[in-house]
């Protein structure tokens, strides 16, 4: 199976700055079916990027995903408020579908 | 709008069976592969199990092959989760998720005496 890392388990940053989160595969992912997800307090997650770049509808262009084989990212440009959550990333290429143990974005 | 409304969770003894209900819409069921992932309350997303478009492609993960069934019924755009000899470790808020639309809210399962 497919092991996610995601780095770094927790991120402090302020408004305005910009945040970018990491997520290793053990393996490479096929066709890079690789997904972040917001998740804030008591709610389910929330899709942003699928296919490792490409914005699901609706999700703001400070958010971006990059990356390919092993190697994803998740880049949101100029952090506003509403941005602080907990990411997931997912890869759905190789059974079994994986998640990462998730990124917390907390204010500092 | 992607609906997904969860059903049927609720407290069962160990040993127990649930099954639980996903009614879908907004979006044409038929056309989508649908799972399900369920999340201890604080702690990580893990993937549980998913079908095929059609119903005929399904997939476990290894901590519930052989007591959760999966299966859909597209003529009621509905999809459900059979769980049987539950355990105190499948205790979660199971959500049902279409992993290109949208989630459900989740519906919580507690295995406990």
């Known amino acids: 199976e497919i092991v996610l890392t995601q780095s770094p388990g927790t991120l402090s940053l302020s408004p305005g700055e910009r945040a970018t989160l990491s997520c290793r595969a053990s393996q490479s992912v096929n066709n890079n079916y690789l997904a972040w997800y917001q998740q804030k307090f008591g709610q389910a997650p929330r899709l942003l990027i699928y296919?490792?770049?490409s914005r699901a509808t609706g999700i703001p262009d400070r958010f971006s995903g990059s990356g390919s084989g092993t190697d994803f990212s998740l880049t949101i440009s100029r952090l506003e408020p509403e941005d602080f959550a907990v990411y997931y990333c997912?890869?759905?290429?190789?059974?079994?579908?994986?998640f990462g143990q998730g990124t917390r974005l907390e204010i500092k | 709008e992607v609906q997904l409304v969860e059903s049927g969770g609720g407290l069962v003894q160990p040993g127990g069976s649930l099954r639980l209900s996903c009614a879908a819409s907004?979006?044409?069921?038929?056309?989508?592969?649908m799972h399900w992932v369920r999340q201890v309350p604080g702690k990580g997303l893990v993937w549980v199990s998913r079908i095929s478009s059609d119903g005929n492609t399904i997939n476990y993960a290894d901590p519930v092959k052989g007591r959760f069934t999966i299966s859909r019924d597209n003529a009621k755009n509905t999809l459900y989760l059979q769980m049987n000899s539950l355990r105190a470790e499948d205790t979660a808020m199971y959500y049902c998720?279409?992993?290109?639309?949208?989630w459900g809210q989740g519906t919580l399962v507690t295995v406990s005496s």
């Open positions: 907004g979006f044409t069921f038929t056309n989508y592969w």
């Open positions: 998720v279409n992993l290109l639309l949208g």
């Open positions: 997912l890869q759905y290429g190789n059974l079994p579908i994986m």
């Open positions: 296919d490792a770049s």
